[in-house]
Structure formats: C-alpha cells, structure tokens
C-alpha cells in the first residue's frame, strides 16, 4: 500500500474530497430524486424512482443466485445486462441508505464486455461465477483502488496487488462493481465512520443494518448486489445478515484466503477473523465457497487450510443423505433472552425439522461468558495501540454508534486496558485452547442422546436476542462471538418477519442483566413490524461443507411448513 503524507488537523478537507470523488463516479443520469427524510421505508423505492426498466427489474429481483448464474451461462442474459442492471440498482441503494464506499462501474462493464465476448467465442464461460457481479466489503483491496476501511487517515491508500480472494473471484468470472461500508475500526455490530457516514436499513432509516458488513448487508437487502463477500471476527457477517433477513455464512478463520485484506486488529490471532459471504440465497453462500475451495487457495494464501472440497460431506452422506438428522437447539445464552419474534423462529424451526423426520434436543447454555471473555480481552489486548494508529490525522475514536449520544462516551465494555505482557497472551491463548477442548467434549457427549449413533449434526441458535434495531442499540454481540472465539463455522438463515399479532410484548419484571433489560425496553412489535427474524445453523470446526449442506436440509424443512 502506498500514501500521499497526512497533514495533521487535515482529515475533514481530506474526507471531503474522498466524497467528491465518490460522487463523481456515478453516472448522473442515475441520480434519483432526493428521498425526503421522512421516508423511512425505501426498500420500493428501486420500483418507483423509475430509473430500472422492467428487464432490470426482473434481472435484479431474481430470488435465488444459481438461477442468475444459470441465465448467464445460456447466454439468455448477457453480463453487460447484468452488470448494468445490478450497478444501477447499487446506485439507487446507496442514495437510499449510503452503503457504498467505491464505485468502479466502468471498469465493471468492460469486464463484463470481456465475458460476453468470451462466451462467444468459447460457447463456454469463463468460471463457475461468470459474469456475476459480487460486491466487496471495504477492507478487500483491489489493485489501483483506496481501501479506506473507514479511516480518514488511509485516504489516498491506493492498493498495490489484488487481495489472493479478489484474484480468484475474477478467475472463476466474477465481476467485482462496488465496495460496501464500515464501521471506524471494524468493530462494531452496527455501520457508521467519520469519512462515509451511516449505513442506514432498507425497511427503516432509523434502524441499522448491522455491522461490521453493514453496507453489504443493506445493499444485498435492496437487490443492489445477489451475493457479496464480508468477514467476520465476532459477527460482522452474521449481524447484518440476520438484521436484513440474508443468508450469512462465518467459515471457520482460515478456510477462505485473507492474504491481501486490510483489517482492524492486523497480527491478532488468539480469536482470527473469517472472510465468507452474504447472499439473497443459500446457493449464492454455497457456490462463493466451493468455487474459492475449488481453486486451491492455500497454494496463494500461507494460512489456509489445505483442505479441497468435499462434495460427499456437501451432500451429507456420512449423515445418511441428511435424512434423519439431530439437531441441538440453544434457545438462548443466559444474558439476553431473544425478543418474541426470534423465540417464534426457533418454535417455528424446531416444528419443521421434527415435521420433516429430524429429532430436536435442548442444548442448555454453558460457560459462553467466559467464551465472551477471552475475545474481548484478545481484542484489547494491545491497549487501544492499533485504533490510535489509525487516526493519526486527528480524526476522533467513534465510541458510541447513537446518534442521539456523545460519540466519544466510552461504554464500558470499549474502555481501553493496559496493554498484555507475550506471558498474559499466551495465558489467554491457553485459556481458549481448554475452552475448545470442553465444548468439543460436550458436543461429543451428545452422542448418548441424539439416537443416532452420532452427536448432533448441527445446533440451531439465535444470531442474536433480537431483530434490526434502532441505531445505537446494537448490544453485546454474544450469540455470535461464542462461535468466533471456538472457530466454528456458523450460517445465518431467515425465517420470519416480526408480525404484532404474533409477536407480543411479554410482561417481565426479572431480568437477566441490564443489557437483558435494554433488549425488552427497546422492542416494539409495531415499531419492528416487518423486520426479518433470522437464526444461525453452527457446526465444528472446518465442517464448512456439513454446515452448508444441513442448511440445505434446515431450509427445505421450513418450506415444508
């Protein structure tokens, strides 16, 4: 990475050109008219600001990614139809809810260009992924592009190399269009920075669409992108897939290459972030990670794990076909009792999966403050040294994502602590290993009960205690950091929508926790009527095959019902 020297003091003149540039690169004849602040639903708005015609629309709204890639292939749609469709439908979400950070449609379409001419000449495609545009999480480079990852101090970082997973995207035939926003430092459950501002939700301005993949998450939610690759450390996929009713998927850390990634937190490895995607289909997460397995990443990435895909263990035929299959179900973690809806979304999981032949067994909460407890000291350990060294312009530390709060107040949880000796980081690493050894114990032990012969297949959890909420409300990510900090590969997948008849506000006058309490004061079934209530399917470590395959099996049993 190369940059211009930053002027100390300079930041706002540096983020105000950064937005210039940004809004040069779209098109002006796809301006829309401004949306007045009022408006907080804008997921019609691509119906109504007239700027698709009625074959975008219908490239765009296409519901499951295998049967746009099926089109591309036949050459029924074209990729320049497709790329233009999809950059133009992007355009729309980002005056909408501002999701993006880069946008480089020209040189989308001559790639897209590239591919046509391609399947022309060859009567085949270039890749499993020809002609998809996939959308890019602010932190994978692109060479000649800025990876800013939301710092005002890395305008002007212009990346030398493509990241090894942005390589292997274009060779199996993805067109890659945009980039998608973050939060400052990566590490929150919620969108905002001081260069690209906020991410808002598509279903309510008001509300967030998670973090830190918030902006692919709005932007996949509005059909602007099918499919879009983010990471995650304690969440950051999940969140906003479960926020905007996506299909998310966590692989376990080094299964997909990250050599080439800028990231918070660079050289932490007691609990690693995981690259993986988000999508508006399972097929869309499935096909992203058997096509990057499929072209060997460990021969380019140092750190991924040598393991090719496993078309057997996809098709679950060490589980008999995935006929008769047990699940575990958390029906929550002991801190946070889940909101209504998401209570419904188990019930509803747990009938369809019994329905279709499966057996269902309680998995009692145990030991997850102390897995809570090991990621965010691994996150803190150095003191604040990482996020300080990235806002050396004078650009503030955001500390608080409510917009209706000081940005610099310190929740407690963010209070920087003194820096860990190598012996206290070892201690901890220590700590984590034995930890993993428990839980594996206990998934094993499972075996007495499931019926089988096996222990359980997979366990269904909450992705989090509640749907989308306001911003600023966003609470401890712990439904999903228990799986980062034992390196499980988790999938979110939607299930319903809040619904005011159903979703009543239960009396309660014992809580959990004061974050428990600010759960239920927040929900609101009218004010959150229509929001995607989504759960996560969790597996051992490197079973990403399995995982991906059972929610296969987890989504043909609530089609059933």
């Avoid at 399972?282 to 460990?298: C, F, H, K, Y």
């Avoid at 008999?320 to 909101?339: A, N, R, Y």
């Avoid at 359980?456 to 799986?483: C, K, M, Q």
């Avoid at 506000?505 to 974050?515: A, G, L, T, V």
Wanted: proline residues 7%; aromatic residues 8%.
């Amino acid at each position: 990475m190369t940059a211009p020297p930053a002027e100390m003091g300079e930041w706002k003149r540096h983020v105000a050109d950064k937005l210039e540039r940004r809004k040069a690169s779209i098109p002006k004849e796809w301006l829309i008219p401004a949306i007045p602040d009022n408006q907080t639903d804008v997921s019609a708005v691509p119906y109504t600001c007239g700027l698709l015609t009625e074959k975008e629309i219908e490239i765009t709204d296409v519901p499951d990614v295998s049967i746009l890639l099926q089109k591309l292939a036949s050459g029924v749609w074209s990729a320049v139809e497709v790329t233009t469709a999809f950059s133009k439908r992007a355009i729309i979400a980002q005056q909408a809810v501002n999701c993006l950070t880069e946008i480089f449609i020209d040189k989308a379409l001559e790639r897209a260009a590239e591919l046509d001419a391609f399947l022309k000449e060859h009567g085949t495609v270039m890749g499993p992924l020809h002609g998809l545009p996939i959308s890019l999480k602010d932190q994978i480079c692109i060479k000649g592009l800025e990876t800013t990852m939301g710092y005002a101090a890395w305008i002007g970082k212009v990346a030398e190399d493509d990241a090894v997973l942005v390589k292997l995207l274009v060779k199996a035939g993805a067109v890659l269009f945009v980039r998608t926003n973050v939060p400052q430092t990566l590490m929150w459950g919620e969108t905002a920075n001081n260069v690209f501002g906020r991410t808002h939700h598509p279903l309510h301005r008001r509300f967030t669409p998670g973090g830190s993949s918030g902006g692919e998450g709005a932007l996949i939610a509005m059909h602007g992108s099918v499919l879009g690759v983010g990471s995650d450390i304690g969440g950051s996929i999940r969140i906003p897939a479960s926020f905007c009713g996506l299909y998310g998927f966590k692989p376990s850390s080094n299964r997909l290459p990250s050599y080439g990634i800028v990231n918070s937190l660079d050289g932490q490895e007691s609990v690693p972030s995981s690259l993986g995607p988000l999508s508006i289909s399972l097929s869309g997460v499935s096909t992203l990670v058997r096509t990057i397995i499929e072209a060997e990443p460990w021969r380019y990435c140092p750190n991924t794990v040598p393991k090719p895909w496993s078309q057997d263990e996809f098709e679950l035929k060490g589980l008999g076909g995935g006929k008769k299959l047990c699940f575990g179900i958390m029906w929550d973690e002991g801190s946070m009792k889940p909101v209504p809806p998401i209570q419904r979304a188990l019930e509803m999981t747990k009938k369809a999966l019994e329905s279709a032949g499966h057996t269902v067994i309680d998995w009692q909460s145990l030991r997850h403050a102390e897995y809570v407890t090991v990621a965010r000291s691994a996150f803190l350990n150095d003191g604040n040294d990482d996020f300080n060294a990235s806002i050396i312009t004078g650009e503030p530390l955001i500390q608080s994502m409510n917009p209706d709060e000081d940005p610099s107040y310190v929740a407690p949880w963010r209070v920087p602590r003194p820096k860990a000796t190598a012996y206290e980081i070892w201690q901890l690493n220590k700590e984590r290993r034995a930890l993993r050894k428990a839980l594996l114990d206990r998934w094993e032990a499972t075996s007495a009960q499931t019926g089988t012969g096996r222990p359980i297949d997979a366990l269904i959890s909450p992705a989090g205690p509640y749907t989308a909420v306001p911003h600023g409300h966003v609470r401890s990510s712990v439904y999903t950091i228990i799986w980062n900090t034992m390196d499980y590969p988790s999938l979110v997948f939607p299930v319903t929508k809040v619904d005011p008849a159903l979703d009543a506000k239960p009396i309660r006058e014992d809580f959990w926790s004061e974050d428990d309490k600010f759960v239920y004061d927040t929900y609101d079934a009218e004010k959150f009527n229509g929001l995607p209530a989504c759960l996560q399917v969790v597996g051992p470590n490197l079973h990403e095959e399995q995982v991906l395959g059972i929610g296969a099996v987890v989504e043909a049993a609530l089609k059933g019902i």
